[in-house]
């Protein structure tokens, strides 16, 4: 028996050392530094370069082949051999196993009856200890878990938290171009453009279930104008035959901060009633940082302050428009810009008109020959100076918005237009829905018509939303749905494209993405590029006329009963 | 109560509950059994299949599909970014472990086929191929090798998560011509 | 002819990058060239899988029946070094009930998730054999647990209040592991499972010496892992204690001989407990009673912890490493870019829509962060209760959730030998 066993104990001595040796060996392997795969090494590398210098050297190249063999080879060997120590070590192992339980039989201890202690108090000792341990493993736990809450930053970035939790001073003088830049301060933000500052906003979001939603306030009017933002606060208008109202709502919160009502002096004038799709508040309202501006069907300009208070209020009614007025307030530094255009061009009561943001005062008229309008007044900045554009039959207009003096005019509108002319890089784009749309170089002077305008292209265009342009293409969205676009570079139509709803909103761009919301409150995303993508659709779940407008972390949708703020909560 | 009946009681609870949770669980469980795939779609070769499988030899290994395959001259899957010359010569190869096999079909056009045993699934040629090609190379997990963990270890290690469970009975997530 | 390509490879940079792209149109060849098919080889595993809980039932009611009708060591020994081979080796140890935990974790928590039949029968049917008759599985079936099993050669006890400190942390990873799986962030267990690369020959280095650590230990310290890491043990554990049948040390009737009182090595063995008298009866009692008021209050300032953790804890989670991962990458230059964001923008994803989706799992991680930190405040409390009552036990006993059926004390209980003897007729 015994020689049985010492047999097994040299066997069990044998299989440890054999193990302990294959175990050493592969711990080198797997220590060894080498990298993930042949080609990593440095030698091949700079046999490689020495070759690209030397194509011709027949003496290098063979070198590196040899070279890559070799790696090549002891790659895969390497992995056999780790393959078969593994097998080896796993058979040592049990073999060391099983001679070492052969060897030895006494394999768990045996208890001496008479020594062990057996007690009351020695079992008491014992579970006091353990209780101890137990608490001090409790404790163990918490501390890890406050360590946890307190050393690891996990934070994860709230868009526009920061820029809506410390909005920007108001300023005192009127805001600079940059300032203006990164506000949405009045119809279609900076340069009427639709284009969103960089503001990180969430392109997926569901109204009925809440989805993004930052928040829904009700607005007690209703009103075709879209929302206007600068940092925190939020402002839009609603009306009816009887009242006109302003309201300026928290961005952050979506409180209502105030509501207020105009107040006129004196007679109320008598205007005609608008269509029914324009409403009593089609105009949307403009800001400057300090005051917000608001104009209604019936022609009644007011200013406000951020608190709430009128400062000042003119009358300009009643207008002469067929379907009710509806041009939006644009601003150039402290002058407030009205597209009085009205009634027909036989019969000129139109006009442009300046007014000082202070009081109220005219600045500046200039009176034009055109018919009415529907579209509203921009202001860009070119090259050579700001201009405001304005679009009415015959003319597509700029003027000099210091002084109300013309620069130049392009005789290619004909009819009824309601799209807002855009800007970019150089050149103003003119829709109308029966003539299409023009490119037109913002640097001409007079009658440019024969020499500025670089194309028309005749394909989708709307009677009602204005366009859009990324740089290289222009986007028309028609009422109906059909969307086209067009190359900036050669006014020629790279794809359309039927999408389903009807539009009243104008497209906007957020990113690389084109945002086109419905009638019915969808919002469908399409690719900007030169293909045709539907990316989504989010549904509002109300329905949508006005434009959207954006803030630091939130889209603004104004549905017919609430104003929406998509973002993160 | 005594403590067997106690126990008793406790036991019958557990067993309903235990027994309902695997009814729901039976009756849900209908569907097709799930291997793990990778989405070439997503997959961006960062080079982890390689390393990462809980096998020596990755399960991961790049396939090719020949329909969409340009054969073209220049592979640049086959090809090193500046290659010395267009032939075979180590110098001018991309896959480290020379897996790809060239072979002449008809003026100009060469066919690359994968040589399975090589290949180690790095994804160097797959990049190459998306990049400037079309795209035809791509990696997958190979299920003859594959032994379907509970967690595929690469999965938890892969950057673009593209790998996740597919049904068993389409096991390869090949591209195709649209 | 020979550059063509590079000229149309020119061409196709030219026109941007994008992606499976056309850019070469396959030839149509005059040679007649046959394309070679792109092989695609079927997944090996699923009549397998079926054949696996085939013997995962035959195996619990062989080691179940070894254990308490045939009350043989050698029996279930053997039969766990089996199933070592077949669940480890053969079948390369996935999966397991262990890892299944977390399957099922995941399917109550995400109606998306499908979880296979057998993995569902690989997690309940051991719960279910143990219900009725102990951890027959622990002994005779895991793999993980024959693999500590057979390297235990020295078996020292550990001191108590260690044994039952360390114990702990199973019921904590146990509350981790299902945590992890059910907001989707990972399945640890199988992460981090020691030996999976043993049964494998291959795995990660830090893995293998994990795995190397916990089978050195082992020599020593009986199933190191099963006992103080296992979170499946921990359901067993409880599933155990309302067995119906148990093992039982003795055969006949316990003599109070103490000779098994150190055989297990897995301190298994409760044992009988002192008499007390009427007064310190009295005291315990008072004592739990206060300790039943304190209990509400420990797992509240756990729970309350747990739900604070919840958010660092959400680290794990792919989505929100990703999340953080693009925000702290945001200003650096994109050869400073990892993997991960260079994927992250090749999908399109705005940043906005990313940080949503990871504040909403973020919040997944808060809401269980109530139900981890208030499980491991219970662990401790029950744990605490349990040492401040006085047990009532008069004899030797194999305690109900802890023993792991292994079988190693029988031969020590004199009344065993006594038994045997006559049935063999005295030969042994
Ligand atoms: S780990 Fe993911 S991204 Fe990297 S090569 Fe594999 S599948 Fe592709
Ligand atoms: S380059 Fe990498 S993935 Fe491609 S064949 Fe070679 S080893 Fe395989
Ligand atoms: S499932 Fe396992 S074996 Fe298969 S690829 Fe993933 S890590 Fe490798
Ligand atoms: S059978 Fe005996 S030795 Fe084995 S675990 Fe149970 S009490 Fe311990």
Not at chain 3, 358 to 385: H, T
Request: hydrophobic share 45%; net charge neutral.
């Amino acid at each position: 028996m015994t020689g049985l066993r010492a047999t097994w104990r040299s066997i069990a001595a044998i299989a440890v050392v054999f193990s302990f040796i294959v175990l050493i060996v592969m711990l080198g392997l797997y220590l060894r530094p080498t990298g993930e795969d042949p080609l990593d090494s440095a030698k091949w590398q700079d046999l490689k370069r020495e070759l690209s210098d030397r194509p011709a050297d027949q003496v290098v190249a063979d070198r590196l082949r040899k070279l890559d063999l070799d790696l090549r080879r002891e790659y895969f060997g390497r992995r056999e051999t780790i393959r078969l120590g593994g097998t080896l070590l796993l058979i040592g192992l049990l073999i060391a196993l099983v001679a070492i339980k052969r060897s030895d039989r006494r394999i768990n201890p045996v208890v001496d009856p008479l020594v062990m202690e057996f007690s009351a108090r020695a079992m008491d000792r014992k579970v006091v200890r353990s209780r101890w341990a137990i608490g001090i493993t409790g404790l163990l736990l918490f501390g890890g878990m406050a360590y946890l809450l307190a050393a690891v930053p996990a934070e994860i970035p709230v868009p526009g938290a920061a820029e809506l939790e410390s909005p920007g001073a108001v300023d005192q003088g009127p805001p600079t171009v940059e300032v203006l830049a990164r506000q949405w301060a009045s119809f279609r933000g900076y340069e009427g453009s639709g284009v969103a500052p960089d503001f990180e906003v969430p392109l997926t979001w569901d109204g009925a279930a809440g989805e993004n939603i930052a928040w829904k306030t009700a607005i007690p009017l209703s009103g075709a104008n879209s929302p206007v933002v600068w940092n925190d606060r939020v402002f839009l208008t609603g009306a009816n035959e009887k009242k006109e109202e302003v309201y300026c709502i928290d961005a952050k919160t979506g409180a209502m901060l105030w509501k207020k009502g105009l107040i006129v002096a004196g007679r109320r004038e008598e205007f005609d009633e608008p269509m029914e799709d324009t409403g009593y508040a089609a105009p949307t309202a403009a800001t400057d940082g300090r005051y917000v501006f608001v104009m209604f069907a019936s022609a009644r300009v007011a200013a406000f302050d951020f608190e709430g208070r009128q400062v000042w209020l003119k009358s300009f009614g009643p207008l002469d428009s067929s379907y009710g007025y509806s041009s939006s307030l644009s601003l150039f530094e402290d002058k407030l810009l009205l597209q009085l255009d009205q009634g027909y061009r036989d019969d000129p009561k139109s006009r442009l008109l300046a007014l000082d943001t202070a009081t109220g005062k005219t600045v500046w008229e200039t009176p034009r020959v055109v018919d009415s309008s529907w579209a509203s007044p921009v202001v860009v900045y070119t090259e050579s100076g700001p201009q405001v554009l304005l679009s009415a039959a015959p003319i597509a207009a700029a003027y000099d918005p210091e002084t109300g003096a013309e620069l130049w005019t392009a005789e290619v509108i004909e009819g009824e237009v309601a799209p807002t002319p855009i800007y970019r890089d150089g050149v103003a784009y003119f829709v109308q829905e029966d003539v299409g749309l023009f490119a037109i170089l913002a640097s001409g002077k007079g009658n440019v018509t024969e020499s500025h305008v670089l194309f028309s292209n005749e394909d989708g265009a709307p009677d009602v939303t204005s366009p859009l342009v990324d740089g290289e293409r222009i986007y028309l969205l028609a009422t109906d749905g059909y969307l086209t676009c067009i190359r900036v570079a050669d006014g020629e139509t790279i794809w359309q494209e039927d999408l389903e709803g009807n539009y009243y909103a104008s497209p906007s761009l957020v990113g690389d993405v084109l945002l086109l919301t419905d009638m019915d409150g969808v919002t469908r995303k399409v690719a900007a590029g030169d293909g045709f993508k539907l990316l989504g659709e989010n549904a509002l779940g109300e329905k949508v006329d006005a434009s959207a407008a954006f803030g630091p972390g939130r889209i603004y949708l104004r549905g017919k009963k609430h104003l929406y703020a998509i973002g993160v909560k | 109560m005594s403590r067997t009946s106690r126990r008793d009681f406790l036991r019958g609870l557990t067993l309903l509950g235990v027994g309902a949770a695997t009814g729901v669980g039976i009756v849900r469980a209908g569907q097709d059994d799930t291997v793990w795939q990778i989405d070439p779609m997503k997959c961006i070769q960062c080079g982890r299949c390689a390393t990462h499988c809980v096998l020596a030899e990755s399960a991961v290994k790049a396939v090719h599909v020949h329909l969409l395959c340009g054969h073209c001259d220049l592979c640049t899957a086959f090809f090193e970014p500046e290659p010395i010359d267009l032939n075979t010569g180590a110098e001018n190869q991309l896959c480290p472990t020379g897996a790809i096999e060239r072979n002449f079909i008809e003026e100009p056009y060469f066919s690359y086929v994968i040589d399975e045993p090589l290949c180690i699934g790095c994804g160097k040629c797959v990049k190459g191929c998306e990049m400037f090609g079309n795209g035809s190379m791509f990696l997958q997990i190979r299920h003859d090798r594959c032994t379907n963990c509970n967690a595929c270890s690469i999965g938890d290690a892969c950057p673009s998560k593209a790998i996740s469970r597919v049904p068993a009975s389409t096991p390869y997530l090949l591209k195709s011509t649209h | 002819m020979k550059r063509i390509a590079l000229t149309l490879l020119l061409l196709g940079l030219a026109t941007g990058a994008a992606w499976a792209e056309e850019r070469f149109p396959p030839p149509e060849f005059e040679t007649g060239y046959e394309l070679p098919d792109t092989a695609t080889p079927p997944p090996r595993t699923l009549t397998w899988e079926r054949i696996d809980v085939a013997v995962l039932v035959l195996a619990l009611s062989l080691a179940t029946w070894l254990v308490l009708r045939k009350r043989s060591r050698r029996g279930v020994a053997w039969l766990g070094v089996g199933s070592l081979i077949y669940f480890g080796f053969f079948r390369e140890g996935c999966v397991c009930p262990v890892g299944a935990t977390q399957n099922v974790a995941l399917a109550i928590f995400d109606s998306s998730y499908a979880l296979p039949f057998c993995v569902l029968m690989f997690f309940v049917l051991p719960l279910g054999f143990a219900l009725f008759a102990g951890r027959s599985f622990c002994s005779g079936v895991c793999p993980l647990g024959a693999i500590q099993e057979v390297v235990l050669l020295r078996p020292v006890g550990l001191p108590d209040f260690l044994e039952r400190a360390l114990r702990t942390l199973a019921y904590v990873y146990l509350g981790l592991a299902v945590y992890f799986a059910a907001t989707g962030a990972a399945f640890v267990i199988c992460r981090y499972d020691p030996f999976v690369g043993f049964f494998r020959l291959s795995g990660g280095f830090n893995m293998l010496v994990l795995g190397g650590c916990f089978l050195l230990i082992g020599v020593f310290v009986g199933r190191p892992y099963c006992r103080f890491l296992c979170p499946y043990g921990v359901l067993l554990d409880l599933a155990g204690r309302l067995s119906r049948w148990r093992v039982s040390i003795t055969p006949a009737a316990c003599v109070q001989c103490r000779l098994c009182e150190e055989s297990c090595p897995y301190g298994a063995i409760a044992l009988p407990s002192p008499r007390r008298d009427a007064r310190a009866r009295a005291a315990a009692s008072r004592r739990l009673i206060l300790l039943l008021v304190l209990l509400p209050l420990l797992v509240s300032v756990f729970a309350y912890l747990g739900s604070r953790a919840g958010k660092p804890l959400s680290l794990v989670h792919p989505t929100v490493d990703l999340a953080l991962r693009v925000a702290a990458e945001r200003d650096l230059s994109d050869a400073k870019a990892s993997d991960e964001t260079v994927a992250f923008r090749k999908t399109g994803e705005t940043i906005v829509d990313l940080n949503v989706r990871a504040r909403d799992r973020q919040a997944a991680f808060v809401a269980g962060g109530w139900w981890l930190g208030g499980w491991i405040g219970l662990v401790i409390g029950i744990m605490l209760i349990g040492l401040f009552t006085l047990p009532v036990r008069i004899d030797y006993e194999a305690d109900r959730g802890r023993c792991l059926s292994c079988a190693r004390c029988f031969p020590y209980c004199p009344t065993g030998h006594d038994r045997r003897r006559t049935l063999t007729g005295g030969a042994a």
